[in-house]
């Protein structure tokens, strides 16, 4: 394939780590294998409280029980130097790093860009944010991962206002687009808005081929970086990278206009954000602020992503949208699908422009200075009222292009604020191909089970000779409940796989007197959103993917 004119190659990219030194980042993943900078290896120094105080960005339990482990002299001082250096930027001695990472050393770090003198005190202290990634084994020993992840520095890790061209790490978003992506083997996949390549790394591991785009030049130079230090976790050659990685520069899907992928995951700069007149990209925080007024940037990639899939490919993207005063949160992104097109969208929470405000002024570390948070303020609420939004949501969206010949037979927009299992892929995976079932097949000549994860709730007033409430519920995937009619709790009860759906309907009519111009059908309608949920399971379709 001829080089796009968007290609990304700098490997020495101006306050990004050096990516063009391929001996010395064979050197410090040596280092860090053999210091255990792992994520078990960092839990297992610190401890599990002071684990999960860091992981809400509270440094100082980590900090004392780094300390604690230096003075029992039980030969972790390296790693937490390591530890101390890099996660809680505390600046280090020299002589302590050079004894940590002795195929590195201080002089390495230096030339790659990873940590800087502090001015007259002879220590050193991380430039960027290194910190282990990874993820578990399939339950058949294959697929897991120990990786290495470098980014710009977090807010609790240094002072003032965060760069515009800040390059965030492993955030809340990103994870939770890893749960909810729908792992598949795909020639060519595409990570739109890679940041420091999070999705990039999974992609890898199921994808033949990944282009990764970004508007930043420096998020290209964290990226790339990231991949080459895990070379041989991610099975890239560093000396071809090109065979499974193409990273391109750009806006948007201008760097990959006419091409086609199987599958693209996007955590796009979502963050509805207050323009001002004459406000140019500089002024703008670009791993977060997409640049276009209210939700334009999630709506453009809404309507325009189909146009890049391949027959049958998906799309998997995080989003915010605004709901105005008096509709239904699902109304505007009804509006963005473009016919012909499959999708879900299922809203995960919705807050008010005021929580809105505060949750992004405070992620930037724009709080610090009263002056400017008032100000900043304001304007959010100011811009929210110009267009008359009473709320934001947030969620995830699935998006498909129906293969050859087919027609969409997805169209779901629901709200499911309340904790589901993760990683949800999986189940919405499972889901998909259930929709896909029913859009094809004879369901009354089904044979149909009750999913293992499924039980029966029943309420009664005392003394009542039925119950006046019937429940379904899930224990797995969207932990969906489900209030059942007396006809559809007897369906459900008798499906042990040995009647068919329609059967059990015929009984069911028989048994209650039913309409047999209508009960059947208005049974089986009920059955079909019980298998689309994955309540019932048909015998010949499996639960999960």
């Known amino acids: 394939m001829p080089r796009s004119p968007y290609e990304f190659t700098a490997g020495n990219t101006p306050d990004a780590p050096r990516s063009d030194l391929p001996g010395l980042l064979a050197a410090l993943a040596a280092d860090l294998r053999r210091l255990e900078y792992t994520l078990d290896g960092v839990a297992g120094l610190l401890g599990p409280t002071a684990s999960a105080a860091l992981n809400r960005d509270q440094i100082i339990p980590a900090l004392l029980a780094a300390e604690r482990a230096v003075k029992e002299d039980n030969g972790v001082a390296p790693l937490a130097a390591v530890v101390r250096l890099w996660l809680l930027a505390e600046p280090q001695e020299r002589e302590t790093l050079d004894a940590a990472l002795p195929d590195t050393g201080v002089e390495g770090l230096l030339e790659l860009g990873l940590v800087q003198p502090v001015p ?23 697929g897991g991962a120990e990786l290495w992840v470098a980014s710009d520095l977090a807010a609790h890790q240094q002072a003032g206002v965060l760069r515009h061209d800040h390059v965030l790490g492993i955030g809340q978003a990103s994870t939770t687009l890893v749960q909810t992506t729908i792992r598949r083997h795909t020639e060519r996949a595409l990570d739109l808005g890679t940041g ?9 591991h199921h994808c033949q081929h990944v282009t990764a785009t970004d508007i930043s ?9 990231n991949i080459l230090l895990n070379a041989e976790a991610l099975s890239v050659d560093p000396g071809r990278l090109e065979d499974r990685v193409s990273l391109r520069l750009g806006s ?26 004459g406000e140019d990209a500089a002024d703008q925080f670009t791993y977060r602020d997409g640049g276009l007024p209210g939700d334009g940037i999630v709506s453009a990639l809404v309507a325009d992503l189909p146009g890049i899939l391949a027959p049958g490919g998906s799309a ?6 605004e709901v105005p005063a008096g509709a239904g949160w699902d109304e505007r992104p009804k509006s963005w699908v473009r016919p012909g097109t499959d999708a879900w969208f299922i809203q995960r929470e919705q807050v008010s422009p005021e929580q809105y405000a505060e949750t992004w002024l405070q992620d930037a570390s724009e709080s610090r200075d009263r ?11 100011e811009d929210f009222a110009s267009r008359n939004v009473a709320g934001i949501g947030f969620g995830m969206v699935w998006l498909r292009r129906p293969a050859a010949g087919a027609r969409a037979a997805i169209s779901r927009f629901e709200e499911i604020t ?7 892929g999986p189940h919405l995976g499972a889901a998909v191909e259930r929709s896909d079932w029913l859009a094809g097949d004879d369901l009354a000549g089904t044979h149909l089970l009750v999913a293992d994860d499924v039980t029966e709730e029943r309420h009664q007033r005392p003394g009542a000779e039925h119950p006046g409430v019937i429940l379904l519920r899930q224990g797995a995937g969207l932990r969906r409940t489900n209030l059942m009619s007396t006809e ?16 059990i309907a015929a009984a069911l009519e028989a048994l209650l007197g039913g309409d047999a111009g209508s009960f059947q059908g208005a049974l089986l309608a009920d059955v079909a959103n019980l298998v689309r949920d994955g309540f019932l399971i048909p015998a010949a379709v499996p639960a999960e993917v």
Not at 371 to 381: E, V
């Open 371 to 381: 002056q400017h948070y008032r100000d900043a303020y304001a304007a959010y609420l």
């Open 252 to 277: 948007l899907l201008e760097p990959v206009a006419g091409e086609e992928f199987g599958l693209v995951v996007s955590n796009p700069p979502f963050v509805i954000t207050p323009r001002s007149a």
């Open 120 to 142: 007259g005190s002879g220590l050193l202290t991380a430039k960027a944010d290194l910190r282990p990634y990874g993820w578990d084994r399939n339950d058949d020993g294959t």
């Open 418 to 424: 309340y904790p589901i299992e993760q990683p949800i």
């Open 196 to 204: 420091c390549g999070i999705q990039a790394f999974h992609l890898l």
């Open 217 to 225: 030049a420096r998020a290209l130079a964290y990226a790339r970086f």
């Open 488 to 503: 559809l709790a007897g369906f459900v009860s008798a499906c042990d796989g040995d009647l068919t759906a329609g059967q």
């Open 316 to 321: 998997q993207v995080l989003g915010n949208w």
